[in-house]
């Protein structure tokens, strides 16, 4: 039941043989009884373990840097992969309206809004920045439950010109790559061979040290001489892979 002491009103009732007495600090009888509503539906709901959770704090894209890198720097091996997320980060956070905006309130036309700013700088690395932010919101939502969404984030796809990201699409034929290697200098013949005959791209040859060989005295009955483990210069631990030494 709800009465009137002096300007507002409270409400009294017994759940599970407690008294429960309260002031809805409210003038209107019909919102009084609302408070009071509210009141008995909050106890039912803890008596079913169906409290209601309290989620946390949304931050700004600005403050939720700190946490979005630690959790980069958890996850990824790489300094220079790192770097990169990092660099990408701050150039998100130069664009005005994200840097002051909530978690959840970065929604499509904003995201619309910052590809336009972006028009002096290459559909690539406006994707890196895209790309940034997807990773970011998706580990707000679906790790810490900071935002209920994600929005879309689309990223720049290929065109005729192709303009967005470089590919190759010329390869050296054999008498091309044999004149190569009588012209190329060492180490840089060296490197051109192992580059050839393993597939192995350019970080990941700058990237080998000598714990990576294994190195056998003679060659086996089908011509190698070892293994080199690919260990690092990766992006995807799953691209670490075992070369036999020709």
């Keep these: 039941m709800i009465y009137k002491r002096g300007n507002v009103y409270w409400f009294n009732f017994v759940f599970n043989g407690e008294h ?23 106890l039912i709901k803890g008596e079913l373990g169906i409290e209601r959770k309290v989620k946390p704090p949304c931050p700004t894209l600005k403050d939720f840097k700190d946490t979005f890198m630690e959790w980069v720097r958890s996850e990824i091996d790489g300094k220079r992969t790192r770097e990169f997320y990092e660099t990408c980060y701050d ?21 619309e809004r910052f590809k336009l700013s972006l028009k002096k700088t290459s ?10 932010l997807r990773k970011a919101l998706r580990y707000g939502c679906r790790k810490l439950k900071l935002i209920d969404k994600i929005p879309v984030i689309e990223l720049y796809k290929h065109d005729k010109d192709n ?33 050839h005959d393993g597939g192995i791209c350019r970080g990941e040859l ?27 210069g990766l992006k995807r631990k799953a691209r670490r892979r075992d070369i036999p030494i020709t």
């Design 20 to 42: 429960i007495q309260k002031s809805t600090r409210q003038g209107n009888k019909q919102v009084a009884r609302d408070a009071e509503a509210a009141e008995r539906l909050r």
């Design 91 to 111: 150039r998100l956070l130069e664009f005005r309206e994200f840097s002051k905006s909530k978690l959840d309130a970065i929604d499509e036309p904003m995201i």
């Design 123 to 132: 559909k690539t690395t406006a994707n890196r920045y895209l790309a940034t």
């Design 163 to 195: 303009t967005v990201e470089r590919e190759c699409e010329y390869v050296y034929s054999p008498p091309d790559y044999l004149a190569w290697l009588e012209a190329a200098r060492e180490p840089l013949r060296s490197a051109s061979i192992l580059a």
């Design 206 to 232: 700058l990237a080998l040290q000598w714990d990576c060989i294994d190195l056998d005295k003679e060659a086996d009955e089908r011509g190698f001489w070892g293994i080199i483990e690919i260990r690092r």
